[in-house]
């Protein structure tokens, strides 16, 4: 028992020596000598007869420290919270108390336990000014190089009901660079007032009026006065509203005629129950994919007049669906206690004065909702823009066409 104990402990010693790059002891070698026959693989002997040791190489990942979590250096740490700012914080839009979460310490203690999770207080008071300096030097860098730029600017109410204006630069293909955020609480957001917010920023990040080729904003009576001074101001730049903006205007004129209102209002009723009923929701999902539809009813998001269409064009896709469920007995009246579809949601969904009216929306708009599907990206220009209201325009006027045709 001694004697195994022994042997043990002199091959654990010989082990510790040979992850550390030393070569054994010769008594070591000698008390094992007479061990199994796989620990003389280490040895040879020399021509007198004893016995050398022969020293192996050892691989890097072999070395002891790798297995240890050594205390972080103070430009290690600086770097560690430098990512977990820029790359997880700031680009996932994720709040700054995320690290104070006791569920992420415990996540990181896992994976790095000499790592000092960093307070949301030493985020936003020692890092968070040093990298916008950062990013402030290279877009001065950047724009200093360049030329012809498009100015961009909108206001706005956030989360805490401040008023907000944003300034941005732009070039076709390339991503736009923000200038700056000013807050105009408790300011009146006149013309003058605006001019001044865009001439600061454009001082900002040092840019030269004589770099900006064009301005575009949206077009509220505001805006309209803004961009006449703007041009007073500087008379080579051109200024323009935002086109997008314009066509989504013409949807909201054609959407809130009194017919097509009542046809939005209705839209909503039957996607408002469908979706808040966990039961008839589940149901007309069944009936939709057995009949091959993929997507389902589609929700408004206010100021996007363009997302009515949308809206319209998912429930007329699932008219054969609620026809189908509003028919069981179940649905038009209570059986066994459970709660029927809605009296009103019934009588629309079996109204077909309401599917012709929702299938003349949707063929007067859609056009112009895919406008903006095509050119809502950095690539498209003035000619993309005119090219598809062009377009749109020969699409209805052929579909005019059509129905003419039809109905003679």
Same mark, same amino acid.
């Not at 190489?57 to 600086?78: A, G, N």
């Given at each position: 028992?001694?004697?195994?104990?022994?042997?043990?402990?002199?091959?654990?010693?010989?082990?510790?020596?040979?992850?550390?790059?030393?070569?054994?002891?010769?008594?070591?070698?000698?008390?094992?000598?007479?061990?199994?026959?796989?620990?003389?693989?280490?040895?040879? =002997?020399?021509?007198?007869?004893?016995? #050398?040791?022969?020293?192996? @190489?050892?691989? &890097? +990942?072999? $070395?002891?420290?790798?297995?240890?979590?050594?205390?972080?250096?103070?430009?290690?740490?600086?770097?560690?919270?430098?990512?977990?700012?820029?790359?997880?914080?700031?680009?996932?839009?994720?709040?700054?108390?995320?690290?104070?979460?006791?569920?992420?310490?415990?996540?990181?203690?896992?994976?790095?336990?000499?790592?000092?999770?960093?307070?949301?207080?030493?985020?936003?008071?020692?890092?968070?000014?040093?990298?916008?300096?950062?990013?402030?030097?290279?877009?001065?860098?950047?724009?200093?190089?360049?030329?012809?730029?498009?100015?961009?600017?909108?206001?706005?109410?956030?989360?805490?009901?401040?008023?907000?204006?944003?300034?941005?630069?732009?070039?076709?293909?390339?991503?736009?660079?923000?200038?700056? =955020?000013?807050?105009?609480?408790?300011? #009146?957001?006149?013309?003058? @007032?605006?001019? &001044? +917010?865009? $001439?600061?920023?454009?001082?900002?990040?040092?840019?030269?009026?004589?770099?900006?080729?064009?301005?575009?904003?949206?077009?509220?009576?505001?805006?309209?006065?803004?961009?006449?001074?703007?041009?007073?101001?500087?008379?080579?730049?051109?200024?323009?509203?935002?086109?997008?903006?314009?066509?989504?205007?013409?949807?909201?004129?054609?959407?809130?005629?009194?017919?097509?209102?009542?046809?939005?209002?209705?839209?909503?009723?039957?996607?408002?129950?469908?979706?808040?009923?966990?039961?008839?929701?589940?149901?007309?999902?069944?009936?939709?994919?057995?009949?091959?539809?993929?997507?389902?009813?589609?929700?408004?998001?206010?100021?996007?007049?363009?997302?009515?269409?949308?809206?319209?064009?998912?429930?007329?896709?699932?008219?054969?669906?609620?026809?189908?469920?509003?028919?069981?007995?179940?649905?038009?009246?209570?059986?066994?206690?459970?709660?029927?579809?809605?009296?009103?949601?019934?009588?629309?969904?079996?109204?077909?004065?309401?599917?012709?009216?929702?299938?003349?929306?949707?063929?007067?708009?859609?056009?112009?909702?895919?406008?903006?599907?095509?050119?809502?990206?950095?690539?498209?220009?003035?000619?993309?823009?005119?090219?598809?209201?062009?377009?749109?325009?020969?699409?209805?006027?052929?579909?005019?066409?059509?129905?003419?045709?039809?109905?003679?």
């Amino acid at each position: 028992m001694c004697l195994a104990m022994k042997v043990g402990l002199d091959t654990a010693a010989k082990l510790a020596d040979s992850v550390l790059g030393q070569a054994p002891s010769e008594a070591s070698i000698a008390d094992d000598v007479d061990g199994d026959d796989s620990s003389k693989k280490s040895k040879s =002997l020399t021509s007198s007869g004893t016995v #050398r040791a022969v020293k192996r @190489k050892v691989p &890097e +990942t072999m $070395d002891i420290t790798s297995y240890l979590d050594r205390p972080m250096k103070e430009e290690d740490i600086d770097k560690a919270n430098l990512l977990l700012l820029r790359r997880d914080l700031v680009f996932t839009n994720t709040p700054f108390s995320r690290p104070e979460s006791p569920f992420f310490r415990k996540f990181t203690s896992v994976l790095r336990p000499t790592y000092p999770v960093p307070s949301r207080y030493m985020l936003i008071q020692k890092y968070l000014p040093g990298e916008e300096a950062n990013v402030h030097l290279d877009d001065v860098k950047r724009l200093s190089s360049e030329r012809d730029f498009t100015v961009l600017t909108d206001g706005w109410e956030d989360l805490l009901k401040r008023s907000v204006y944003g300034t941005l630069l732009a070039q076709v293909s390339e991503f736009p660079v923000v200038l700056g =955020l000013k807050n105009l609480s408790g300011e #009146r957001n006149t013309a003058d @007032k605006i001019l &001044e +917010t865009v $001439d600061d920023a454009l001082t900002k990040k040092d840019v030269l009026a004589s770099k900006v080729l064009a301005v575009c904003t949206d077009n509220p009576t505001t805006m309209r006065a803004f961009r006449r001074k703007f041009s007073e101001k500087y008379p080579w730049v051109i200024t323009t509203y935002c086109f997008m903006h314009g066509i989504n205007t013409i949807i909201r004129k054609i959407t809130t005629f009194p017919a097509m209102k009542t046809v939005v209002s209705k839209n909503a009723r039957i996607v408002s129950f469908f979706r808040g009923s966990h039961y008839w929701g589940g149901q007309l999902k069944e009936k939709a994919a057995s009949m091959g539809i993929k997507r389902g009813l589609k929700t408004n998001t206010e100021t996007r007049f363009y997302a009515l269409i949308l809206q319209a064009l998912s429930v007329q896709e699932h008219r054969r669906a609620l026809a189908d469920i509003c028919l069981h007995d179940d649905a038009m009246r209570s059986i066994n206690g459970m709660s029927p579809v809605r009296r009103e949601v019934i009588t629309i969904v079996m109204d077909p004065q309401h599917w012709t009216y929702n299938d003349q929306l949707i063929r007067t708009c859609k056009p112009l909702v895919d406008i903006i599907g095509n050119i809502e990206s950095r690539d498209a220009t003035l000619a993309d823009c005119m090219l598809e209201l062009i377009g749109a325009h020969r699409w209805s006027g052929g579909r005019r066409t059509q129905s003419r045709v039809s109905q003679g």
